[in-house]
């Protein structure tokens, strides 16, 4: 339900429309993390474990 | 615990086409629709499914051979393992949201990784299961498709990351805009309540305030036809994707919110129980719960719950109410830090507990709608119904009639310094409240099983059982 005041008009169109502003950004976060990530790797230093069990335990652990 | 009625739709889920819940035999059955037939076999045939149960992060449920409510449009039959007891997020305490919104989180990275995506994620679609927050709408997923946005953003920033915000920057009390907010708190309303300088926050600035903006601005259909235009070749690439996942993730992990300077904060260092009372007490009621053995417990005014752990030590499911969000954030601490799984801690004020909510009044039930409790605690708190809140003894019979079958109570005299204390800033016009006032009208409507006086204190405990 988008509870409005005005009726006709729709906060979801914004909701879509930020995210694609803000894409090039975040997407380009994610990248410069998995490069980095890659360095890190070629200089034989290990990524923080992040496999999928500890991924899990995030909930838990917070 | 509420009779569940044969064969009837619940009024929870009549939103979404995919399905709905029905309760047959005093069981929940969730219909799952032709239409939503492929999102449903993908979520189960990619491993999605086993992936999350394994993660504990969505329900458990087996197909059945029930026969559906509504045939012609059912695909299956699912029934999911039964959560003993609803609560919504304006009864949440801060941490209990925040790691419910973790969850979410969780379950859509878990989803993007087997090519599926959340079309929901509403704080209604969690539920604390066993001590943790579990997604409990099945059909909550559908197949990722390539270059599409978060359908479920808007929702995610207005029933998680606006209150949560809201509570750890301005004021713990304002999660009850979502008592007022069925859809989550508005963006514009959360935008405005926020200091300026959550500005400074990259998340906050985002997905509250600039996406507030981004509603007002393309809310009317002129301006987005002329954006989409222009953005006609911009697609959310899946990496696009995963980066605005981890930011919501990033901003709500950096809210935090310490429960100190409220009410109840250090309550127990503040009692006028000796050691020796306080064991006492203990003893009671540990004893009265070993012999009724109930099938749950409702602990209310329960503080940190350091009596509803009396039950819910012998294995017995026990939910603690509390009107101060510090005492329930304390509990709710302890129970992740113990790994419990048998007692929730919630928010709830009894002198104005959870209404029906939603459409036609029955999208989300009152408190006492979900009543009746097989055992109640009453412990130290009829003193601020009755003198702080001038409910007469016969009211608050007549309520705790309604809450539960056996009742655990304690009676706080006139003669005790706590109530003293009350009656130090307000003429006592309270002649009924003494003991043979509170046993004949609690008489009236419950058989007084025990009384017990506590050792080194004016106050009695009574076991009592309701009269039909």
Known sequence: MNYSPLPYLDPGSGSIIIQLALAALLGLG????????????????????????????????Q | MTTLKNNERLSTS???PSGFLFARDE?????????YSQDYTFLIESGLYDRLLKANLLIPHTEVGVQPIEPKSAFKVICPEQVRFISYPYEWSFSQLKDAALATIAVQKHALKFEMSLKDASAYNIQFHKGKPILIDTLSFEVYKDGAPWVAYRQFCQHFLAPLALMAKTDVRLSQLMRVYIDGVPLDLA??????????????????????????????AGAVNDRLEKTSRERMTKQALQGLIESLENTVKQLEWKPVGTEWGDYYNMTNYTDSAF?????????????????????????????????SAQGIPAIAFDIDPAAVEQNYRQVKSARETNILPL???????????????????????????????????????AI??????YLLADFFHDLGKWLVIEFVPKTDSQVQKLLAS?????????????ERIFGARFAILEKVKVRESERFLYLMEKRD
Not at chain 1, 34 to 58: A, V
Not at chain 2, 353 to 379: C, I, K, Q, Y
């Open chain 1, 30 to 61: 994610v990248f410069v993390r998995s490069q980095w990530t890659r360095i890190k790797k070629m200089f034989g230093i290990k990524p923080k474990q992040m496999d999928e069990n500890e991924e899990n335990d995030d909930v838990e652990k």
């Open chain 2, 14 to 16: 009549f939103r979404d």
């Open chain 2, 27 to 35: 069981k929940l059955y969730r219909q799952v629709n032709h239409s």
């Open chain 2, 191 to 220: 935008s405005r309540l926020l200091p300026a300088s959550t500005c400074l926050n990259f998340g906050l600035l985002t997905h509250i305030h600039l996406h507030a903006r981004a509603q007002m601005r393309y809310a009317d």
């Open chain 2, 279 to 311: 064991e006492h007490k203990k003893n009671i009621i540990s004893e009265w719960v070993r012999r009724l053995n109930p099938r749950q417990v409702w602990d209310v005014g329960a503080n940190n719950g350091v009596f509803t752990r009396l039950a």
């Open chain 2, 347 to 385: 928010v709830q004020d009894l002198t104005n507990p959870s209404p029906s909510l939603g459409w036609h009044t029955r999208e989300r039930n009152a408190f006492l709608e979900r009543a009746p409790a097989d055992m109640v605690f009453a412990l130290a708190v009829i003193h601020h119904l």
């Open chain 2, 388 to 393: 702080s809140n001038n409910v007469p003894l």
């Open chain 2, 426 to 438: 307000r003429l006592d016009i309270f002649d009924q409240y003494t003991v043979d006032d509170f």
